[in-house]
């Protein structure tokens, strides 16, 4: 199934990922959804979207444009004003900007929680969570507090949790935001990692350029007030990419072109 | 789908035992090393003589103060007694066994209407913070109960109660009850918003987000109204010693200290206040301060330079 065609895309993408390689099932099908909040401005309006499973898809927007609301409905947290949101697999796993660690609770209890209230036997839950912190390299670090850990290790034991959850969709919205450079790079190579171990679908909000050309198999370009998906790149995947590399700093370019170019139109 | 805890790997990527893998742990350990903040404990003995020594260095410089005073000023001693008078009456007070009756009389009364006081004052609390009309109904009435003085309760509770035990223990609650509830609304009130959204996201029943997320975060918050319901209990509970005397009331510390008043002595009059003040400052140290400090450190919410 191939994503419902848009008036709105205005360029061609840079790379068109051949369809026939890509036959994937939608993970995640939104049918004309628009949200407003009583009876304020449109936040969303008319977004028709199908990710594929497996996919990693970057939803890109400037502050306010209503990419966290659109992850917030795609995760049940908040109802839509219309249309529907259908996510195949059930419920997703969401992860957000700050790591929301349980601060009276050890790394690895935090993980246990998300096992328990999945229902994971007691006996279990200790060696699964064990397994899900080594992924994000933490391990060591089980029995530390939060307050203990750097942001960047709450961030990666707020990751494990997510993944405890076991759900095949994982949302994250700015789950990088606040870090400093240096543990971002980290951080996005140890997610493309756990993203290729794990095969899950990945909705990845952010308002950084360089990010989702760094991270996404696709990039959503959203418009603010309303929100409207206004362009999409579609990149094939020819394995990991460096935020230095030329490729991101070329498709960043484009895509922050164009992303001021929405913002500009809200002048005046 | 069966419940296993192992992770999905459905998606087989060209994914090999790598080098490169290794360099990035150690690269990320690395980084973890030196962003981890390094805890430095410090010894029981040197805790325990940071935080003893200076209240102590301080009593004896009050005592002593107040020794130099009679020495120099030399008042009458039925007016100002000096710091022997006053030891003295504790010590008769402690060999006709007065002293212990009254403090056990009233420990027993504190502690057991301070448990009351948490059994009644919990409820209310989680109904006040989880229910908004109720809230708005019944929130003014208890923080006007707060800040009203629960000796006020006395007279009334006599003419219910007559001279029993009872009457105590309603003034106790009166005292207790509003700040235990009050100290669990707003612990419940400065949950961060974002720690409930996580528990919806990981899929909690509204019984496990209570359990799990909602009682365990509001811990701190409902802590120090259990201080400050303790503190008005032992308040409330002096207040009603002092003024109802007689019937079935025992002896206790208040009752202790309004004989002395009728009897013109004073030195035993000041006695009874130090061994009342005393027993606050005990019961603060030995129970609330560790379990308050041991619930702070866990959270990190204790700065480094506090206990």
């Excluded at chain 1, 959203?222 to 990149?235: F, K, L, Q």
């Excluded at chain 2, 005393?278 to 308050?292: C, D, M, Q, S, T």
Aim: charged residues 20%; glycine residues 10%; positive net charge.
């Amino acid at each position: 199934m191939t994503s419902p065609a848009r008036t709105s895309v205005v360029t061609a993408p840079v790379q068109t990922a051949d369809p026939a390689l890509t036959p994937g099932l939608a993970a995640i099908t939104i049918e004309s959804l628009g949200k407003r909040y009583g009876t304020g401005p449109l936040v969303l309006d008319d977004i028709n979207l199908s990710i594929e499973a497996g996919q990693f898809v970057c939803l890109l927007g400037a502050s306010g444009c209503g990419k966290s609301t659109l992850l917030n409905i795609i995760a049940g947290l908040e109802k839509p004003t219309e249309g529907a949101v259908t996510v195949a697999s059930g419920k997703a796993a969401v992860m957000f900007q700050d790591a929301a660690l349980f601060p009276w609770l050890t790394a690895g209890r935090n993980v246990e929680i998300a096992l328990k209230l999945r229902g994971v036997p007691r006996k279990a839950r200790g060696a699964a969570a064990l397994e899900l912190l080594d992924l994000v390299n933490l391990a060591d670090a089980a029995n530390k507090r939060p307050h203990e850990l750097s942001g960047g290790m709450r961030q990666r034991v707020a990751l494990a949790r997510s993944l405890a959850q076991d759900r095949k969709v994982l949302l994250m919205d700015e789950p990088f935001a606040a870090l400093d450079a240096i543990t971002r790079d980290l951080l996005h190579e140890e997610l493309e990692r756990v993203w290729r171990q794990t095969g899950r679908t990945i909705v990845f909000v952010t308002h950084n350029v360089r990010e989702a050309a760094r991270l996404g198999e696709r990039i959503l370009l959203m418009s603010s007030r309303p929100g409207r998906i206004v362009n999409e790149w579609t990149i094939t995947d020819t394995g990991s990419r460096r935020i230095e590399s030329p490729e991101v700093a070329r498709l960043g370019d484009e895509i922050t072109d164009q992303l001021r170019e929405e913002i500009r139109r809200n002048a005046a | 789908m069966p419940l296993d805890a192992r992770i999905d790997t459905t998606r087989a990527a060209p994914h090999t035992p790598d080098p490169g893998h290794d360099e990035f742990r150690r690269l990320e350990a690395g980084l973890d090393s030196l962003q981890a903040v390094p805890e430095t404990p410090r010894g029981a003995f040197r805790r325990t003589v940071d935080g003893v020594l200076p209240p102590i260095l301080l009593l004896i410089a009050l005592v002593a103060a107040w020794q130099v005073y009679i020495l120099i000023a030399k008042p009458r001693p039925d007016l100002i007694p000096g710091p022997f008078d006053v030891f003295g009456a504790l010590a008769s007070a402690w060999s006709s066994e007065r002293l212990q009756l009254a403090v056990a009389t009233s420990l027993e009364r504190g502690g057991l209407g301070f448990l009351i006081a948490v059994a009644i004052g919990t409820p209310i609390g989680l109904l006040l913070a989880e229910c908004r009309p109720v809230r708005r109904a019944v929130g003014p009435l208890l923080s006007g109960l707060q800040v009203l003085p629960s000796v006020a309760w006395v007279p009334a509770a006599i003419i219910w109660f007559g001279l029993t035990d009872a009457t105590v223990y309603f003034v106790i609650l009166m005292g207790a009850v509003p700040s235990i509830a009050n100290g669990l609304v707003s612990g419940i009130d400065q949950i961060p918003p974002q720690l409930r959204r996580v528990g919806t996201v990981l899929g909690a029943s509204r019984f496990e987000m209570a359990t799990l997320v909602v009682l365990p975060a509001a811990l701190p918050g409902y802590f120090s109204g259990l201080k400050q319901g303790w503190a008005f209990a032992w308040r409330s509970l002096m207040a009603a010693e002092i003024i109802t005397t007689g019937g079935t009331i025992g002896f206790g510390l208040g009752t202790m200290l309004n004989q002395s008043r009728e009897l013109a002595d004073l030195a035993g009059v000041l006695a009874t206040i130090l061994v009342i003040l005393f027993v606050g400052i005990l019961v603060e140290l030995v129970f609330f301060a560790p379990i308050e400090r041991r619930l702070l450190r866990r959270r990190g919410l204790m700065a480094a330079g506090l206990r």
